[in-house]
């Protein structure tokens, strides 16, 4: 029997598949379809084979077999595989069988190469429409949650600038004292909070515009800003020279927004009186932007978990969205760059941002 056959040769099938989908250039397989998507892709095919060699095909058993790939659809889009992926995954599963059982002169009736053809077409239908729509439920609520998330961030930032200028006006308080740093705070993060949503518009549309950018220059003017979000913190900006003539190729706007995002989460999690440091230096044929903190490391979780959407570190300072590292993930591989995090335990954490340099 064919899921029998399938039962037995089941490492060599996953093994087949994985190199298939390694080699495949569109859609590029992802480790998670990989390591976790394949042996799902097979199990689902196992599981509609004995199905239909228990009970002979009728609509019943057809949505069994769709029922069955709607929850493997869910599973699928949960592991972050898209569409392009499932639908090559099935299709690689079914020729791997195929072709193995064709080496292995396997005794297995036309009738159950036209069922595997059959299940295969089920399976994909369900899986594809449940993986659809599962993801735009998801895509719903995530963008109903983020809009939430924004209007109060600003309606708070917004009610304290309002509050302060009209502390300002009554002539009862001075401009350099508390309230006036009070009204530059929140107009800073007023600014943040609309150049984080602009970026992630930008970055949904396809929008992003490639220059050469003088990494100097472009540290030296983020460095003004950023020095007056470090004194509001209580800390100290450390910004070292960057070697003259070094350069990058990149939406400035989105660059700018990513490193932004980054010397902020630093400022929230370093400790008062600490310092941050921000160093733009030439690695090979590399450019590496690198934002250290002092924080104190990371504890309980991983670093990686940081970068997915809605997820706050535990600094005092729970403003913000959690959309930001995210976000500037994002914008760095826009770019053809790559944006990690390493942990420096009883230290802090170093964010780079790696991109290749203009020769």
């Known amino acids: 029997m064919l899921h029998e056959f399938v039962d037995r040769h089941r490492a060599e099938i996953i093994a087949n598949v994985q190199a298939r989908a390694a080699a495949r250039s569109v859609p590029v397989a992802s480790p998670a379809e990989l390591e976790r998507g394949v042996p799902v892709f097979l199990d689902q095919l196992v599981a509609a084979l004995r199905a239909e060699h228990d009970a002979p095909p009728t609509r019943s058993s057809t949505r069994t077999i769709e029922e069955t790939a709607a929850e493997y659809g869910e599973l699928l889009r949960s592991l972050g595989l898209t569409v392009g992926q499932v639908v090559h995954g099935y299709g690689d599963v079914c020729q791997a069988v195929t072709e193995l059982a064709v080496d292995h002169e396997a005794a297995i009736r036309n009738s159950e190469f036209r069922t595997l053809n059959r299940c295969l077409d089920d399976a994909i239908a369900g899986a ?7 993801r735009e439920q998801s895509l719903a609520a995530s963008s109903t949650e983020r809009l939430g998330h924004l209007a109060h961030e600003l309606r708070n930032a917004l009610t304290t600038a309002v509050l302060s200028l009209s502390a300002l006006q009554t ?20 600014g943040g909070l ?7 518009v930008r970055l949904d549309s396809g929008s992003a515009y490639l220059q050469r950018v003088d990494v100097a220059t472009f540290v030296e003017d983020l460095e003004i800003g950023a020095s007056l979000g470090a004194s509001d913190h209580g800390l100290v ?17 989105l660059l700018s927004s990513a490193l932004g995002n980054l010397l902020h989460n630093a400022f929230k999690f370093t400790h008062r009186d600490g310092k941050v440091t921000l160093t733009a230096r030439r690695s090979g044929t590399r450019v590496l932007l690198e934002v250290e903190d002092q924080c104190g490391g990371m504890f309980g979780a991983t670093i990686e978990s940081l970068f997915r959407p809605f997820v706050r570190g535990a600094a005092q300072d729970q403003s913000g969205l959690g959309l930001g590292l995210s976000i500037s993930r994002r914008a760095v591989e826009s770019q053809h760059g790559t944006l990690t995090a390493r942990n420096v335990p009883g230290t802090g954490c170093v964010f780079t941002i790696d991109l290749p340099a203009v020769a």
């Open 237 to 253: 900006l450390n910004v070292p020279e960057v070697e003259p003539g070094l350069a990058v190729h990149v939406d400035a706007q």
């Open 128 to 134: 594809v429409a449940e993986h659809a729509r599962s």
């Open 194 to 200: 609309i150049e984080r949503s602009l970026a992630e």
């Open 171 to 190: 002539g009862k308080v001075g401009i350099g004292g508390s309230t006036g740093a009070a009204l530059s705070r929140s107009l800073r993060t007023l």
